[in-house]
C-alpha cells in the first residue's frame, strides 16, 4: 500500500479547520514552520509517522483515520476492505460468510 500524501494531508487540514486551528497555530505546538505544515497539508512533502502521530495527538485524532480514512472505533471500521474481499468471492462463498457473520453478531456474547 503506498501512501496517497494529498489525501493525508488533506485529512489533516479538515481535522485541523474542524478543531478550530490555524496552520499557525498547529505550527508554534509542532515546533515547526507553517510553510512545512502548510506543504504536508497541501501533500507536496512526506511526514513521518512520528510527526503524524504528535499532529494525531494535538488534533485528538487517531492515526487509522489520517491513513485510510477510517479508525478502529469507527462504526465502518474495514467497511470498504470487506466490500472489496466480498467483490472477489464467488457467489456459493458469499452466503457461507453470510452464515458465519450472522452467527459472530448474533452471538456477540459468545466470542471474546
Same mark, same amino acid.
Not at 503506498?2 to 489533516?12: A, E, P
Not at 490555524?22 to 501533500?43: P, Y
Given at each position: ?12 487540514? /479538515? ?7 490555524? !496552520? =499557525?497555530?498547529?505550527?508554534? &505546538? ?7 505544515? #502548510?506543504?504536508? =497539508? ?11 502521530? =504528535? ?6 485524532? !487517531? ?8 479508525? #478502529? ?14 467483490? &472477489? ?9 453470510? #452464515?458465519?457473520? &450472522?452467527?459472530?453478531?448474533? #452471538? /456477540?456474547?459468545?466470542?471474546?
Amino acid at each position: 500500500m503506498s501512501l496517497d500524501y494529498k489525501i493525508i494531508g488533506n485529512r489533516l487540514q /479538515e481535522t485541523r479547520i474542524s478543531k478550530g486551528l490555524t !496552520q =499557525e497555530k498547529l505550527a508554534e &505546538q509542532l515546533d515547526v514552520s507553517t510553510a512545512f505544515l #502548510n506543504r504536508v =497539508e497541501r501533500g507536496s512533502t512526506k511526514i513521518s509517522l512520528n510527526r503524524l502521530s =504528535e499532529i494525531c495527538s494535538i488534533l485528538d485524532i !487517531q492515526e487509522g483515520y489520517i491513513l485510510n480514512g477510517s479508525s #478502529n472505533s469507527s462504526k465502518n471500521y474495514l467497511a470498504d476492505d470487506f466490500n472489496s474481499l466480498l467483490k &472477489q468471492c464467488p457467489s456459493d462463498k458469499l452466503k457461507l460468510i453470510y #452464515n458465519i457473520a &450472522q452467527v459472530i453478531v448474533n #452471538n /456477540e456474547g459468545l466470542i471474546k
